[in-house]
Structures are given as structure tokens and as C-alpha cells.
């Protein structure tokens, strides 16, 4: 979606650009294809104003409309923009969740602050998330969430507000979702903020894309194959 605020404009992903992922993906298989959908005006009708100035942009609201758009299948696979797919992640998605709602992976620090059983960790992290959309529209667990960030001031709100709200959540092994450092089986991988101790409490941000700081900050070089892809298509496309 496009939006201004206050504060910032922000731009919806471009026509030309959705047309060269689905080109690339193309590649890969003639089957995939890529979609662009605007969900400008779902989010205006419902708009979050209670969590409109938090650290996060609005765009992690964007989720919670899932439910709101015929044209997305009745199981979906929802991936944060800093998602890498390290290893095929077909067992996470092929797996049963009718009897579910969704299912997630425990967020790495918010499984020891937030959680609504005090005798078991159940806070999930909202970048990886697998859809029971069907069942989600059914029993309006998305309109429940949306309604709550129209109302109340959260901390990561659609994150605390699926949280708070969801009946049905099933939790899967860290591997789906690694918030922290790369690990033998780690399938797919989530570049969060964290904190480091050394030399000072502090906190690091580094997205899949800065590459510089993935080498330098991270020490991290396991997907340089794709990111000397990823140069090569940015110098292309300039």
C-alpha cells in the first residue's frame, strides 16, 4: 500500500517490480508466479490508530487482512520481508493445521516476558507464520486483532494482539524461525533486533540485504552465493 503520515510517506511495492520477481521466479519453475495486492483500502477502513506512531511501520499491520482478501488461499505461509529460506521449508508448510488456527514459533525474548499461560512458554513470533485463513475467517480471530490495534496501545502490536487473541496456536520447533544465530538445522532464518553484551549493552539491527554488516556485525557468510546474486541484479536494474 501507499500511506503518509505525519511523520513519513511510504511507497507500495512497484508494478515493475512485482513483474521481475514473477519473471525470476519463473525461472525456477514455469508454475510460480508473483501477485501484487493492494491493500491500501482494507487498512484505511480499519486503520490501527492507537499504534500508528510505534517503532514498527505500519506495514506489519498489513497481516491481519489476510482474511480480508478473497483471492489468498485458505492455508498460507506468511514470511517477514527479512525471512531467509535456508533449507526447503515444505515439512512446515505441508503439515496438518486443522485443527488450528495457526501455528508459530516462540518469539526468543518475548517467550520469557509475554505469555498468557504463567506455566508455559506460548508467545510466537509473528514473522513466520503458517494460516489456517480459512478457519481464521470463520471465527474472526484478524478482525478480533484489528479491532484490538484500533483500540489499544500495544508493544509490536499485530504480534501481541495474535497473541492475546488466538484460541487455537500450535508452537514448532526453533529451526522455523531462527531469531538469533545461524544453527546446523536452522531452515529458515529471521533477522531481528537483538541485544549483544559485549563490549556494552546495546542492540543490533542487520537485515539480510545490508550486506556489509551481515559480514562485519554478524560475521555471517553462509549465503554469500545469493547475495553476489542479489548485487548483480541491483547493478542490472541500475
Not at 520477481?21 to 477502513?45: C, H, M, T
Not at 517467550?111 to 514473522?127: A, E, H, T
Not at 501481541?160 to 544465530?181: C, G
Request: proline share 4%; glycine share 2%.
Amino acid at each position: 500500500m501507499d500511506l503518509k503520515t505525519e511523520e513519513q510517506s511510504y511507497r507500495a511495492v512497484s508494478d515493475d517490480t512485482a513483474r521481475f520477481l514473477d519473471r525470476r521466479v519463473k525461472k525456477e519453475n514455469p508454475g510460480n508466479s508473483v501477485i501484487k495486492i493492494d491493500a491500501g483500502d482494507f487498512f484505511q477502513a480499519e486503520l490501527p490508530k492507537a499504534n500508528m506512531k510505534t517503532r514498527f511501520t505500519p506495514y506489519c499491520m498489513l497481516r491481519l487482512f489476510v482474511d480480508e482478501i478473497p483471492q489468498l488461499p485458505d492455508k498460507l505461509l506468511y514470511l517477514d520481508a527479512d525471512v531467509i529460506c535456508r533449507r526447503d521449508c515444505g515439512n512446515f508448510y505441508h503439515q496438518d493445521i486443522s485443527d488450528c488456527e495457526l501455528t508459530g514459533i516462540l518469539d526468543h525474548y518475548g517467550k520469557w516476558f509475554f505469555r498468557k499461560n504463567p506455566f508455559r512458554m506460548d508467545y510466537i513470533n509473528s514473522g513466520v507464520l503458517l494460516l489456517n485463513v480459512d478457519r481464521i475467517r470463520k471465527d474472526g480471530l484478524f478482525r478480533e486483532c484489528r479491532k484490538l490495534c484500533r483500540e489499544k496501545k500495544m508493544f509490536m502490536p499485530d504480534q501481541s494482539a495474535i497473541n492475546r487473541l488466538a484460541k487455537e496456536k500450535r508452537i514448532q520447533p526453533r529451526k522455523y524461525n531462527e531469531q538469533r544465530k545461524l544453527r546446523e538445522d536452522t531452515v529458515l532464518q529471521h533477522f531481528t533486533t537483538s541485544f549483544r553484551f559485549f563490549p556494552w549493552l546495546h542492540t543490533l539491527t542487520v537485515k539480510p540485504w545490508q550486506i556489509e554488516k551481515m559480514h562485519e556485525k554478524l560475521r555471517l557468510h553462509e549465503y554469500d552465493d545469493i547475495l553476489e546474486e542479489y548485487k548483480q541484479i541491483k547493478r542490472e536494474d541500475n
